[in-house]
C-alpha cells in the first residue's frame, strides 16, 4: 500500500493529475504503470541545469543543415542556445526565461523579444512544441501530465514496456520504456485528432551524478511537412539542485540594437 501511494503521489508532482484509472497489460516487467513512471523519472523534482555542446543536424525534405551549439537547460522551462560556427563568434542566440522568448541575430542587426509559446519558437527553431516540452525532450524525460483526470494503460510493444496517458487536460502521449535498464526509450504525444505531433528517441545514455542523460536525441517534429533534428551531446554537465538563474538564461539587449516585438 505505501508503494502505490508513493507512486501515486510521484505523478501527481509532473502534473496537477488525479489517476482514475490503471489498466494492467500482458508485460509482468514492472508491477503497474506506475511502477514503471517512478522508475524512469530519475531526474526528479529538483531543479537542475543542463550544461553541454552539441551537434545539431535538421533535416527537412531535401534540405539538411547542420551546425554546433552550446546548449543551457533548465528545469522547468528556461533554454539557452548559442551556435558555434567553424569560423568567427557566434551568429545566433535565442533564450527562454520566465516565459520570454528572446533571439538575436548579431550579423543581421535583429533582437527579437516575445512570450515563449511554442508558435513563437518555430519562428526561430524548426520545431512548434512548448517550451516545458523541450526542456523535457533535451533531458530525456516524459512531458508533464496536467489535467483533472489521468488513464494509465500498459501493453508490450517489441522488448519495450508502453505506457498510455490519457488525460483532460493534455493530449495522450505513448512512452517506450526499456525494462532491463529502466530507461526511456521513446516519446509520441498525440494532437487533438490523435495524430502524432512529435515523437523523440533517446540513446547513448551517460550517468551523472545517478541520473542518467541522453547523448543522442532524435526528435520528429510533423509540421511543416515533416523535420527531424539529430541531437549529439558532447560533454553533458549536470548541475542538480542549482535554479535557472537569469545570469545564465536571459538574453540581453545589445547596445544599440532596436527590439522587434514577436507578434
Known sequence: MRLLLSLLLLLLSSGCATVTGVEKGESTSYRSPLEALSRIDRLGSDPFILKTSASVEVRAARDRSPMRAVLLVGKPDSFRMESLPVIGPPDFFLSIY?????????????FYRGPATAEGMSRFLPIAISANDLVRVL?????????????LKSSVERDFYRVDIASEGRRRQALLIDPRQDRLRRIE????????????EFEDFQGIDGRLIPKRIELT???????????????????????????????GSPDGVPVLPLE
Open 139 to 151: 533531458t530525456g524525460a516524459r512531458p508533464e501530465v496536467a489535467g483533472g483526470q489521468v488513464v
Open 98 to 110: 520566465r516565459g520570454t522568448l528572446k533571439a538575436y541575430y548579431p550579423l543581421e542587426g535583429k
Open 189 to 200: 504525444v498525440f494532437g487533438a485528432l490523435d495524430e502524432i505531433l512529435y515523437e523523440a
Open 221 to 251: 517534429v510533423n509540421a511543416y511537412g515533416g523535420v527531424k533534428i539529430s541531437i549529439r551531446y558532447s560533454d553533458p554537465n549536470l548541475s542538480l539542485g542549482v535554479e535557472a538563474g537569469e545570469d545564465l538564461f536571459d538574453l
